[in-house]
């Protein structure tokens, strides 16, 4: 009887189960997981670009919290964070960021974002966070909302 009972449960779950995740399958075939990157550089201006790579998640999260406490702690307060290589982005990772911004407006300073689409901008936009921070496609226009704020940005709200 015990067997009768296993082999149910076995045909009952191969049905029930979902398909393995892509990432599951990536990792069944070996093939490398996307990697995270995350680098500093400067534009004129004393602007900091802090430039992400891979997906934002539980994992990444540290990563990204040290390199931009690094950053304010180190008197910027002028910061960009260019998403161009981001591929995902989690409600905690998109928090940080609202803080930093928040933090760094109570400095004289600003949070802006560069190239900020697909799964993350419909992570903030699901938030409400579009409405509080500035989002920028060229980086000659995230540079320029630092050398005067527009009567229009939302840092001044």
Do not use: W
Not at 46 to 55: A, C, D, H, L, Y
Not at 94 to 123: C, I, M, P, Q, W
Request: net charge positive.
């Amino acid at each position: 009887m015990a067997r009768s009972a296993l082999a149910f449960y076995n045909r009952a779950s191969a049905r029930t189960c979902r398909q393995p995740s892509l990432k599951a399958k990536k990792l069944a075939a070996g093939s490398p997981m996307t990697a995270f990157n995350i680098q500093t550089r400067a534009l004129p201006g004393e602007i900091s670009i802090v430039q992400i790579e891979g997906p934002l998640d539980f994992a990444t999260f540290e990563k990204l919290e040290a390199v931009l406490q690094k950053v304010v702690r180190e008197g910027h307060t002028r910061v960009g964070v260019d998403c161009t290589d981001l591929e995902y982005m989690n409600s905690r990772s998109a928090g940080l960021l609202v803080a930093t911004a928040y933090n760094l407006r109570e400095k004289g300073g600003d949070l802006k974002f560069l190239h900020l689409s697909g799964r993350a901008r419909t992570v903030f936009d699901l938030l409400g966070i579009t409405s509080i921070v500035d989002i920028f496609e060229d980086e000659a226009a995230l540079q320029a909302s630092f050398e005067k704020p527009a009567e229009g940005s939302k840092s001044a709200k």
